[in-house]
Every structure is written in structure tokens, then in C-alpha cells.
């Protein structure tokens, strides 16, 4: 009964949702990057 618990309980975590949001993550910290290089590039 508790390993069947523990499977359901990994199962809840969707591991692929935390890859999508450290995808996110790094791909804000690029266009950030980006955009202040840019800005840097105008001055």
C-alpha cells in the first residue's frame, strides 16, 4: 500500500513541468541579456 502511495505521490510531481520551467527560466535570462547588450551596443 505505501509503495503504491509513493508512485502516485512521484507521479503528482510532474517532473516534465519543472523542466518546462526552468526552460522558461533560462530563456528569460537570455532575452534579458540580449536586451541589455542591446542597449549597451546603442549607448
Not at 20 to 31: A, F, G, N, S
Amino acid at each position: 500500500m505505501n509503495n503504491q502511495q509513493e508512485e502516485e505521490y512521484m507521479n503528482s510531481l510532474h517532473p516534465s513541468r519543472s523542466v518546462l520551467e526552468l526552460i522558461y527560466y533560462i530563456m528569460t535570462v537570455i532575452c534579458v541579456i540580449g536586451i541589455v547588450s542591446i542597449i549597451f551596443q546603442l549607448l
